[in-house]
């Protein structure tokens, strides 16, 4: 089938485009872009008037526990998920395979360290766990093997439980080798300098027990580093700490050092339904604060979209989506209002579609996180 929306402001994933358009989609992609009135509408037709469109939102930090978590995300304009680390094989497989929903990108099973809080995770694989350069070389070819989207590991302080340096150069040399980026968890100044010494293409999360001094922030920055901070995550997590404020004000500063610096920022917020985790964060809702957090932190809204849109697909490698152009892919976002004016209108919701299908959307202005 089909869609038109006619009269409509769009939000291309880099910028407001001057004017309005009539966007036009089916199941193939995005077929028509033109200045509204210049054509015939075809298919169902969707009145756009006072409304903006944007690239369905990319959430670059997910865990899931059901597939139908997929339909939760979408619900909320999240049509892409980037998926941080699920096992055993054939539920990643049901994942990639859901019919509906959410699509998704998925690291498979993290690598991790022996003695780190991740190794004490209930049925996390023995084998995942490594200890050693070749240890590391190995389990990043049997996530090739089983066809991830990219590599994850998690790191930690030195003396935390984590992979040493050695150790995590290899997993590093070895995913790139794959052609593969390495996306690393590092949520401590310590395991963030060890991130960057070891060459990761993304970190994600931020420092709850320092402000990251300026060397390495400059160093993310000029090497090209990815940040997805998972504000939403932090600001859950410092709630375990004795000053909770003073925590997480140093992941938010991190992100406002690396944005003044020219680093790059994508938008992902640790959504997950782990029991036991430092924080629930739920799927989907969660990415509308987590843009917020993001403002609130130094990006202006429109860099913020950036981030969930065009900077995400960029970060991540997702050639057919992230922007309202015609050949892309028909993941599509459509809100009342302005969010270059007022971010919080990305809540509300009027349509969502995935690959050119109409969501049935039951959020509509989401209420903000605490």
Do not use: C
């Not at 390495?216 to 940040?227: P, S, T």
């Amino acid at each position: 089938m089909r869609t038109t929306i006619t009269g409509v402001t769009v939000f291309d994933g880099h910028d407001v485009l001057s004017g309005q358009f009539d966007v036009s989609f089916d199941k193939s992609g995005i077929t028509g872009l033109n200045p509204a009135g210049t054509t015939t509408p075809t298919g169902e037709i969707t009145d756009g008037t006072g409304a903006t469109l944007l690239p369905g939102l990319i959430d670059s930090h997910v865990h899931f526990r059901d597939p139908a978590e997929l339909s939760t995300l979408a619900q909320y304009g999240v049509t892409t998920a980037l998926d941080m680390g699920s096992w055993p094989a054939r539920f990643t497989a049901a994942l990639r395979t859901a019919e509906h929903g959410a699509d998704i990108r998925s690291a498979g099973t993290p690598l991790i360290g022996p003695a780190g809080p991740h190794s004490r995770i209930p049925s996390f694989p023995a084998e995942d766990q490594i200890t050693t350069p070749e240890q590391a070389r190995r389990r990043v070819a049997a996530r090739v093997e089983e066809g991830v989207d990219y590599v994850k590991l998690v790191l930690e302080r030195p003396g935390g439980g984590g992979p040493d340096l050695e150790t995590a150069e290899a997993a590093v040399e070895a995913a790139h080798a794959a052609g593969l980026h390495v996306v690393a968890h590092a949520s401590h100044t310590g395991a963030i300098a060890l991130a960057v010494q070891a060459g990761v293409d993304i970190l994600t999360h931020a420092p709850l027990d320092a402000d990251l001094d300026e060397v390495q922030v400059r160093a993310i920055a000029e090497q090209g580093r990815v940040l997805v901070p998972t504000l939403t995550m932090m600001r859950g997590t410092a709630r375990h700490h004795g000053d909770p404020e003073k925590a997480y004000a140093h992941a938010r500063n991190m992100v406002t050092a690396v944005h003044r610096a020219g680093g790059t920022i994508v938008a992902g917020t640790d959504a997950n339904t782990q029991p036991g985790v430092p924080a629930a964060v739920p799927h989907g809702s969660s990415l509308h604060a987590e843009l917020g957090h993001l403002v609130e932190a130094g990006l202006t809204p429109r860099e913020a979209l950036r981030s969930a849109t065009s900077g995400a697909a960029t970060a991540f490698r997702l050639a057919d989506r992230g922007s309202v152009r015609p050949g892309l892919r028909a993941d599509l976002f459509l809100i009342a209002g302005d969010p270059l004016s007022a971010i919080d209108a990305t809540r509300s919701i009027r349509a969502v579609w995935t690959a050119g299908r109409a969501v049935e959307v039951v959020a509509q202005d989401t209420p903000a996180l605490p």
